[in-house]
């Protein structure tokens, strides 16, 4: 049974469709504006869109603004991941990407500014976002809700600027 704009218990057999996800301003941002859709590893478009965002628009913003954006990306996605999982009738539907797009976001914005390290940061934050070390498992299992959605990548995030940070101070990006 597909669901309709105003069907809130969708069948998780449900497939989402490009005319579906552009009719709501919630489905657009959780969807990461079409790119969740790609398949196959809609989490990796979600990421690779979320990074040429990043290099196109926010990273040209002055650090005070991206600090500012990022607590309220998180808070939309909180609020659209919640909502569009509702209507799907799945918490965590893998085409949901605004929690790749704003993890990531956090990611480069604490990388150093070159390509090859925010190409290891791609693939390091991909690789805890797929695999799920503890905590990152835990919450992504208990928390069914657009903070749980948002939150397990943000510790994925937290897990990728660590391994950075201790790369930078070996100087391994200089």
Not at 3 to 16: C, E, L, V, Y
Request: proline share 7%; aromatic share 16%.
């Amino acid at each position: 049974m597909p669901a309709t704009d105003t069907d809130h218990s969708a069948q998780s057999t449900f497939t989402p469709t490009a005319a579906w996800v552009f009719r709501s301003f919630p489905r657009i941002v959780s969807f990461g504006f079409g790119s969740g859709l790609i398949r196959p590893a809609p989490g990796t478009w979600g990421t690779l869109l979320g990074w040429l965002l990043w290099v196109v628009l926010v990273e040209r913003l002055p650090d005070i603004y991206i600090a500012i954006l990022l607590p309220a990306a998180f808070v939309l996605g909180c609020w659209t991941c919640h909502h569009v999982g509702k209507e799907m009738g799945r918490p965590d539907a893998g085409g949901m990407v605004w929690d790749e797009i704003v993890a990531f976001w956090l990611v480069l914005w604490l990388t150093p500014d070159s390509f090859v390290a925010q190409l290891f940061a791609f693939a390091l934050f991909r690789a805890f976002d797929i695999v799920k070390p503890p905590p990152i498992h835990f919450f992504d299992r208990h928390f069914k809700n657009g903070f749980g959605v948002m939150w397990d990548d943000i510790v994925a995030a937290a897990y990728s600027l660590l391994v950075i940070a201790i790369l930078v101070r070996l100087e391994v990006f200089t």
